[in-house]
């Protein structure tokens, strides 16, 4: 079974940056689409994006972050990575990373699992 391990997350001012990590282990993710999501307090868990499998130029990311955010990997790491420009105070979350449910398979959102812990990204006026 794989364990996801993030970090990176701590305290920004808004239109500040930050770059999350998202270190596997227990299984290499070579053949998996990852993802990242963020829980917000009193909202429900929210996809941010995802990135294929088969190609990681092959990226996919919900509206509200769409031309901000970035997703990559570094397969030889087995690490995943969210790059989070010009944040806004409504991306304050815990944000999670999560392997795909299958291999060999482009991202659903719904089709994902095996969270990490998280990390909490704040962001202040």
């Known amino acids: 079974q794989v364990q996801l391990v993030e970090s990176g997350g701590g305290l920004v001012q808004a239109g500040g940056s930050l770059r999350l990590s998202c270190a596997a282990s227990?299984?290499?993710?070579?053949?998996?689409?990852m993802g990242w999501f963020r829980h917000a307090p009193g909202k429900e868990r929210e996809f941010v994006g995802a990135?294929?499998?088969?190609?990681?130029?092959?990226?996919y990311y919900a509206d509200s972050v769409k031309g901000r955010f970035t997703i990559s990997r570094d397969n030889a790491k087995n690490t995943v990575y969210l790059q989070m420009n010009s944040l806004k105070l409504e991306d304050t979350a815990v944000y999670c990373c999560?392997?795909?449910?299958?291999?060999?398979?482009?991202?659903?959102?719904?089709?994902?699992?095996?969270w990490g812990q998280g990390t909490q990204v704040t962001v202040s006026s």
């Open positions: 990135i294929s499998w088969r190609d990681s130029r092959r990226t």
């Open positions: 999560a392997v795909h449910r299958f291999p060999y398979s482009d991202p659903v959102a719904s089709m994902f699992d095996s």
């Open positions: 227990g299984r290499t993710i070579t053949a998996y689409s």
